[in-house]
């Protein structure tokens, strides 16, 4: 006589729901919550099919887990194609009407620039705000190469410490 599938499930859960949770949880990085979810939808595929749970047939704990591992597979790919969205044209930038944080951090770092001595102001004109590279600025400002290489370090350095007394924080 066949057992009911109340009893098969009792002893289904009996003999594996220890070690189901476990493989659920590491499939699911520890999120316990999606644990119990993939732990619930393997039981509830099993009761479904109960006939399939035969141990003659193979290993039940096997089953399982491999239907678990197909539940997480199938929600990370439902939640992928969920995420990406097909388009025509690429989307139109986002408009930044207010600039007044950027134009507020420009005035900011012009009142930095002046409490510089004027070689350092000199010198950060020239490779960053001109945008030369260092033979340039050396040639413009009639000094040798290492000595832009070093003022230019300094002088970053002095501008930090200037923003920070002015209350600016990266």
């Not at 289904?12 to 493989?23: E, P, Q």
């Not at 479904?48 to 047939?57: C, G, P, T, V």
């Not at 900011?108 to 004109?125: G, I, K, W």
């Not at 413009?140 to 290492?146: A, D, K, S, W, Y």
Request: overall charge negative; glycine content about 4%; proline content about 4%.
């Amino acid at each position: 006589m066949a057992e009911s599938p109340d009893v098969v499930m009792q002893r289904l859960h009996d003999d594996h729901a220890g070690a189901l949770w476990g493989h659920c949880l590491r499939l699911t990085n520890n999120d316990r919550a999606r644990a119990e979810d993939v732990c619930q939808e393997t039981l509830l595929r099993a009761w479904r099919n109960a006939s399939l749970l035969d141990e003659s047939q193979g290993s039940v704990r096997a089953w399982l887990f491999t239907v678990a591992r197909n539940i997480v597979i199938d929600e990370s790919r439902t939640r992928r194609a969920r995420s990406e969205i097909p388009m025509g044209e690429l989307p139109e930038p986002a408009s930044t009407d207010d600039a007044s944080d950027e134009l507020l951090m420009t005035w900011v770092v012009a009142d930095a620039v002046t409490r510089l001595s004027p070689e350092h102001r000199a010198v950060l004109q020239e490779t960053y705000f001109k945008g030369r590279p260092v033979a340039e600025a050396a040639r413009r400002l009639g000094i040798p190469e290492g000595t832009v290489k070093s003022r230019t370090h300094y002088a970053l350095h002095a501008l930090r410490l200037a923003l920070e007394e002015m209350g600016v924080v990266a």
